[in-house]
């Protein structure tokens, strides 16, 4: 049974940082592209940064220069750093895969930016 379980999130004022952490189980995880995802109140869930098996990454416009994501193929997990985190950063945050399977989701974890 395959697990992504986020962890990491909180309450931030505008211009502080955050690490999530995304813990994966059940997968051989160092064989597939992961990606974190957002989806806050009242809008459609989006890719915010992907990694793939061999470490190269990409991410959204939106968070380009400020959020990075990383992965330990030893831990099975992958990693998003926000930085310079703005109030339009709220959001529920997840992982998957970086073509995410529906049965993956999980809870997320909640990033709130707020002074």
């Known amino acids: 049974q395959v697990q992504l379980v986020e962890s990491g999130g909180g309450l931030v004022q505008p211009g502080g940082s955050l690490r999530l952490s995304c813990a994966a189980s059940?997968?051989?995880?160092?064989?597939?592209?992961m990606a974190w995802y957002r989806q806050a109140p009242g809008k459609q869930r989006e890719l915010v940064a992907a990694?793939?098996?061999?470490?190269?990454?990409n991410s959204a416009d939106s968070v380009k220069g400020r959020f990075t994501i990383s992965r330990d193929n030893a831990k099975n997990t992958v990693y998003l750093q926000m930085n310079s985190l703005k109030p339009e950063d709220t959001a529920v945050y997840y992982c998957?895969?970086?073509?995410?399977?529906?049965?993956?989701w999980g809870q997320g974890t909640q990033v709130t930016v707020s002074s």
């Open positions: 998957n895969l970086g073509i995410p399977l529906p049965d993956y």
């Open positions: 059940g997968i051989i995880f160092s064989v597939y592209a």
């Open positions: 990694i793939t098996s061999d470490g190269r990454t």
